[in-house]
Each structure stands twice: as C-alpha cells, then as structure tokens.
C-alpha cells in the first residue's frame, strides 16, 4: 500500500458548556452553529468512531485499519482493539462539569472496556486570571470528598491552578478536574470516553438529573476515584532543533507525548522535517502549511488535523509553522534521551508525566 496522511472525519460535541472558540478563535471552517464544546480530531472510540476522508483508503474505518495494518498504522509492533490516541480542541466557554476518568483496571473491571483515559491538557488561550480544578488537596478521604460533591462545594476540597496559554497539564486517571471558563484547549488522551461526573446536570444539555440518578452517579464516582495525583501545569521543555523552528515537548507518559513546534521567525525557508516510526496525530494551531510526503503533498489549514501512518516514516511541513504532535512514545528514546541532549536533569523530565523517573534517567 502507498501510504499518505490521512484526513479524518471528525465528530463535534455540541454540549452545554461549548461556545463559539473553536470556528472564531482558531479559525476552523465548516463547523455547525450553535455551541461547539469539542471537536474530536482523531476517534476509534466505539459510536464516534472516525472514517479515512481522502485518497485509496477513503470511506475506511479507523478501526478497520487499525485491525487489519496495525504495524503500519500504529507501528512499533502495536496490537490493540482500538486505535490508541483520542485527541480533541476543546471550548471551555463555560466550566466544564467536575468528572474524572477510570484507570485502566477500573474500565475493565467496572466499565467491561478496554481501557481507561489518562489525558493532558495544552492551554491554547485563557484569560488572565483563569483557573482549573485537578486533584485534590492533601487529607482529603473519600467521607470527605463526597459530603463535598452532595454539597456542590468543590473549592473546598479540589486544588486550584493557575491556567496560562502554552502550559500544559498532564492528568492521570481517576484525578477529579475540570476547567473553564473561557478556556480554549488542545486535548490528548487515551481512547475511551468513560467518565463520572458530579453535577446535578447533563453536561450534553444542562436538563437536570433526579436525585436518584445523581447520587448513583456520585457513588461510581468516588469508586474510580484517586487521590493521589496531584498535577500541576508544565510550561514543557525545549527539545534539540535545528535551524529555523524550536520544539518543546510539551508532556510525556507511558501512554501518549506531545510536542509543539514552531518556525523561529517569519520568511524561514527550511521546512520542518520529521521522521517517526508510529503513527502521529499533526494538528495545526497556527496558519495554514502543507506537508509533503514521499509521493505527494496535503494542505493543512487552521485547526485541522492529519493522522500520519508510521509507514509513511518522514514529512516535511511546509510554511510559517505552529503545529502540535502526538504520538505513542518509546519513553527512553523519544523523551529522555532528547531531553537529555538538550541538557534537561532527571527531574524536569519526570515532572513532564508519569513514568519517566526510573533510574538512569
């Protein structure tokens, strides 16, 4: 098969807390109108699942082709029953709802589903002054943490963070959170969309829930819970670049990384090259370039997306670039050893996630 980048179909969430960030602020076409809370840039999660939009594979599932050519989808010898990352532009208009996502064990034990959803947030835009929840502050039991949730007192038990455009946040699973509003975010995570929330409303159209249903829905929540985690936002850490553009990695975790680059100043004529050997999630934050590839090229305007196949190996992206990159890590060669290179210690690169404190490092 030729392989080129793959431009997905893309689901859009229109629930209550959306606004109008994502066609107005970053400039993506061709939206409904009305709120727009989310746009799912790259799905296999089951009912939102993503279809190949373009060239010989066009009219393809995701997960079909994750199933039938994992090696050349994914790469790095990876079988999975889903495709591995779910990644989305989220509108924080109005707070979201305080949620959590179940870990691993607990989606497959509790949910009968795969996996669960660990996630990082990258702030793209928040005004001064903004703030997330994630986590909660030390003491806190789970007698505690529910007398809080009955009485929609979140303050006094969920840590408060300072939000800033460019930071990034990465949230384990089962960690309580939420952000907004006015919050604009580039999202990564695990492909899943179990949660637990603890509002009095649905999130999808703000109608109330009884009583019944909200405190079953508390209870679920209190038993995926973590306490431990405790995040806090990352500005990330300059990566080795050449000449003309700088990378930062932005976060990095057993289960995803993120890079942002960008092209140092206007009127660069180098491209931005890239070599990989899994598959990358490009998604443009900046204006509009095109990648080129071994047999052709794909225009990548404002807030769209491309789903690179690890078979495709190498592209160069052409134009003023400001682009973000995701991708299932070799956490040694793709996070340590570069950040090394770049003179970062042990611990600035640990804080970037989970798993990158072992020794040696």
Known sequence: MNWYPLRLTTPVKQHVFGGRAIPDRLGRGGLPEGPVAETWEVSDVDGEGARIGNGALAGWTLRRLTLEH???????????????????????????????????????????????????????????????????????????????????????VLRRLPVRAGDTLYVPAGTLHRFGPDTLVYEIEQTSDLQQHAMRHRMED?????????????????????????????????????????????????????????TRAAGTSAPLVRSFDTAVVLSNAGPAV???????????????????????????????????????PDLERDVRAPLRAAGHDAAAIAALGEGLGRPGV
């Open 206 to 262: 703000g109608s109330p829930l009884d009583e019944a249903e909200w405190r079953t829905n508390i209870e679920a929540l209190l038993d995926e819970w973590n306490p431990e985690p405790r995040p806090e936002f990352h500005p990330g850490l300059r990566l080795p670049s050449p000449g003309g553009v700088e990378g930062r990695m932005l976060c990095a975790g057993p289960y995803f990384a993120l890079e942002r680059w960008r």
């Open 70 to 156: 994992p090696a050349e989808l994914v790469g790095r010898d990876w079988h999975g029953p889903r495709f591995p990352l779910l990644t989305k532009y989220i509108d924080g208009h109005h707070p979201l709802p305080v949620h959590l996502h179940p870990d691993d064990a607990a989606a497959r034990g509790k949910e009968g589903e795969p996996n669960g959803k660990t996630e990082a947030w990258h702030i793209l835009d928040a005004p001064a002054g903004a703030a997330a929840y994630a986590g909660v502050h030390p003491g806190v039991d789970r007698a505690r943490l529910r007398q809080a949730l009955l009485g929609q007192d979140f303050a006094s």
């Open 290 to 328: 095109t990648v080129a590839y071994g047999a052709g090229s794909e225009p990548l305007g404002r807030a769209e997306t491309l789903l690179l196949p690890a078979a495709l190996g190498r592209v160069e992206i052409h134009g003023p670039a400001d682009v973000l990159l995701g991708y299932v």
